[in-house]
């Protein structure tokens, strides 16, 4: 069974500045299916990049996802004031399928 | 446009079951998979499971074989969570999610419904 860990828990930054997230998984992900999430007080998760590194439909390309294996990234190049919230991995190459303990993007 | 929508929150006692429903919209529901995830308070999220729209299969996480069922009504375009012999520990928002396959993420999510459970 696949553990994602995210660092750090929370990252206290301001508009404007560069925000990087870290996952990592204890085994290798599968076809580096990795999906990273953005979830909102009192909303649903919504979905940001899949396969590590594509952005879904809609998604601003300030978001960008990279690494493989083992290490994966969520990049946001310029956080904008929507852009505050708590940050998930998810992993669905080998069941079961699993969720990191999050990343809390504060205003600092 | 491509919707899940659930149904309203629900309060049960301990030992109780509770029935949430997911009802999809806006694509061709027996092509794709409904996976469920909840999150308790303070939780990380945590995946259930998923059935097949379109043959009614089935797989359950091990944290929840014996005590999830899930459903489905075509003719409705709906999928149905059955939880059974409640805990407290099972207070929680609980997710269907469109899936593509059986390894997959999540697009779009329904709107989550909250189930409490106290005496």
């Known amino acids: 069974e696949i553990v994602l860990t995210q660092s750090p828990g929370t990252l206290s930054l301001s508009p404007g500045e560069r925000a990087t997230l870290s996952c990592r998984a204890t085994q290798s992900v599968s076809s580096n299916f990795l999906a990273w999430y953005q979830q909102k007080p009192g909303q649903a998760p919504r979905l940001l990049i899949y396969?590590?590194?594509s952005r879904a439909t809609g998604i601003p390309d300030r978001f960008s996802g990279s690494g493989s294996g083992t290490d994966f990234t969520l990049t946001i190049s310029r956080l904008e004031p929507e852009d505050f919230a708590v940050y998930y991995c998810?992993?669905?190459?080998?069941?079961?399928?699993?969720f990191g303990q999050g990343t809390k993007v504060e205003i600092k | 446009q491509v919707q899940l929508v659930q149904s309203g929150a629900e309060v049960k006692k301990p030992g109780a079951s509770v029935k949430v429903s997911c009802k999809a919209s806006g694509y061709s529901f027996t092509n794709y998979f409904i996976h469920w995830v909840r999150q308790a308070p303070g939780q990380r999220l945590e995946w259930m499971g998923w059935i097949n729209a379109g043959n009614g299969d089935t797989k359950y996480s091990q944290n929840f074989q014996g005590r999830v069922t899930f459903t489905t009504d075509t003719s409705a375009s709906t999928t149905y969570m059955e939880v059974s012999s409640l805990r407290s520990e099972d207070t929680a928002v609980y997710y269907c999610?469109?899936?593509?396959?059986?390894?997959?993420?999540?697009?779009?999510w329904g709107q989550g419904t909250l189930v409490t459970v106290s005496s």
């Open positions: 998810q992993q669905y190459g080998s069941s079961p399928w699993a």
């Open positions: 396969g590590a590194s």
């Open positions: 999610a469109k899936g593509h396959g059986t390894g997959s993420y999540y697009l779009p």
